[in-house]
């Protein structure tokens, strides 16, 4: 899909949950083509910060492309995951980087509401995300949208604050361009897809990325 095609239409799906947020509607389709497109240079893409745990200094960085409404990522998440953090992220051997993938609108949802606020609750509301994926991740838009603004209110998030990060559009321009940039950059073609010290790797299970940590270390 065309870079400036695909930007245009991510500010419209971002209007368009800002619909449902507020006025429990759904949206007139807009045609991509009637949108304002913008290169993706023209995006100020400060303010997505990235998204990590763990030592600044650790020995292995460890990046995991992901999708929210990927089914193999939420079993990555609940099997592969948690022993990783508490294994090696907690221990100080990994700096662990969550880089978010949207194939379809409901993924970028799902970060803009992850990302909501300070980015200080970003784990703990991307671990409900993956829990609640089979719920959450189907049904009419309205409903999906719904269900995911109750994550952010579980994460201590006001109905003000949601308002405001669930309607920002130039937030979701530039997500999608840093994600378009990042992705390309690292031959991103599935997901979740692991980087591990600048190497890719497909998804696996977690005693075959033990092995791989540890002959890095």
């Known amino acids: ?28 389709p807009v045609s991509p083509l009637n949108a304002q497109t913008a290169e993706a240079s023209e995006i100020d893409t400060s303010g997505v910060k990235e998204m990590l745990i763990g030592d600044e200094n650790a020995p292995i960085t460890l990046i995991e492309y992901a999708s929210f ?32 993938v949207y194939f379809d609108r409901y993924g970028l949802w799902a970060g803009m509401v992850a990302r909501c606020g300070d980015g200080a609750r970003y784990f703990g509301i991307t671990d409900l995300i993956f829990e609640n994926q089979r719920d959450w991740a189907q049904g009419e838009p309205a409903q999906i949208a719904g269900k995911l603004r109750k994550f952010g209110k579980q994460a201590g998030l006001d109905d003000a604050t949601l308002d ?31 980087v591990i010290n600048g190497k890719l790797h497909e998804n696996m299970s977690y005693s075959d990325l033990k092995k791989i940590l540890d002959a890095e270390l």
């Open 1 to 28: 899909m065309n870079r400036n095609i695909l930007i245009a239409i991510v500010g419209v799906l971002a209007i368009g949950l800002g619909a449902f947020v507020l006025t429990g509607t759904s949206p007139e």
């Open 69 to 100: 409404t990927c089914p193999h990522c939420a079993t990555f998440h609940k099997n592969v995951f948690k022993d990783l953090k508490k294994d090696y992220v907690d221990t100080g051997k990994v700096k662990f980087v969550f880089r978010e």
């Open 164 to 194: 405001a990060c669930m309607t920002d559009g130039d937030k979701a321009a530039a997500m999608t361009a840093v994600y378009q940039e990042n992705a390309k950059a690292d031959g991103i073609r599935s997901t979740p897809s692991l």
